[in-house]
């Protein structure tokens, strides 16, 4: 098979853009909204432990095999799997690999968006003074407000849907890249402000504590999936979006030197955003584990009582909505380009399609906080379910296919070009790792968790 160079939709600039496009597709919700609030939830210390423990062993090598099948294949995931399964001669069943993922992407879109609605609602909340001086449960009732009106969500939901879809349409260039190039550095600069004035208003010690105190104590089996599904959750890993920017890096990039970047800054980001959050919550003598309105009950309660906490909280929303923004568009171009690919739609119905698509199932997440909070699928709402379902069953399990197919199935010689590394030591050990330690832990991490959730 001839190797094409470039993919039909573009190539990044530079090195540098695809650095980062990957981080600003890696750092999102997950990193500030979900990292904080499920460490919170599982005890802190020993879940963190956890968690760093997955990034290393199980997110990198794993990153690592899905930026290089991306940037061998050089088309959507569902394109690329078909083609690099037969250039493997493995069976074709592997090229649903690209199907699966493309499902996922657009399952976690459709949950993500509310949510990324509920911070740019949140933006003008704390601009036009909701919380200043506020006392007692006016936040809780606040949050309680906003999800109890369908109304609210579904027009924020929108929104985010909107402004998605139009960076996806622009392409690859003038859209994504464009994006990220204004996005993450303005990401950088906001979170170092924010994390001055977290350090400002004492409390520092405690928040640290609570993220790095070695406590069991609420550490389940349960917390361990938790742990693994955020650690593919928050690489973007496991559905194509690595993969589908890994086919617009340029051939010239160290695959190893910008995955660990892209990690690096990733887990950076979150225990950073955890480090300027506990501090609020425990100054104001709240609970760590209150679940998903921990950032959006919680902090503005704190702004609206800090000097200039009208100003930062602003900053703060803008800042969460900043880095939704530059995860979602990763959610939904392996799909966009796949329609592009295979009918030779043009970017602008593709997005609009899918953008439809996605916004009508988000309606499901919508009503799981008000009309349709009673109904439950083992203790689980539909956005509990959707979350659950993806983070935690499918990205691991697409994870694991992903690195049997490059550890076992492609050739040899295939693999260490296109992974290019100059030190065949560390080449050996990302194999070895590869192929029998990130499968087995997720694969071990898997079945005891089913067994106790299911059996237990
Ligand atoms: N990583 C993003 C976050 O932490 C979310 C995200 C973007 C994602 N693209 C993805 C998650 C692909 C899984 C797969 O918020």
Redesign the pocket.
Known sequence: MARASESIHGIWATRLTFILAATG???????IW?FPYIAGENGGGAFVLVYLACIALVGVPIMMAEVMLGRRGRQSPINAMRDLAAEAGAHRLWGLLGWVGAV??FL?LSY?SVIAGWALEYIFLMGNGTFTGAEGDLAGATFKDMTGDPGQLVFWHTVFIFMTMFVVARGVNRGLEAAVRILMPALFILLFILVGYALSTGHFAAGLEFLFRFDTEHLSWNSLIIAMGHA????????G??MMYGAYMPKTASIGATVLTVAAL?TLVALVAGMAIFPIVFANGLEPGAGPGLMFVTLPLAFGNMAFGEFFGVLFFVLVTF??WS??I??IEPAVAWLVERFGANRMWASIVLGLLVWSLGMGTVFSFNIWSDWTLFGMTFFDTLDFL??NIM?PLGGVAIAVFVGFLMAKETVAEEIGMRSAVLAAAWKFVLRYVSPAAVMIIFFITMYNYFAG
């Open positions: 597709s890696a750092v999102g919700l997950g990193n979900k996922a992407g976690i993500y593919f959750f928050t690489l973007s890993l496991g559905m979006a690595i990733d880095a939704a995860s979602s990763s959610l993806t983070a990205l």
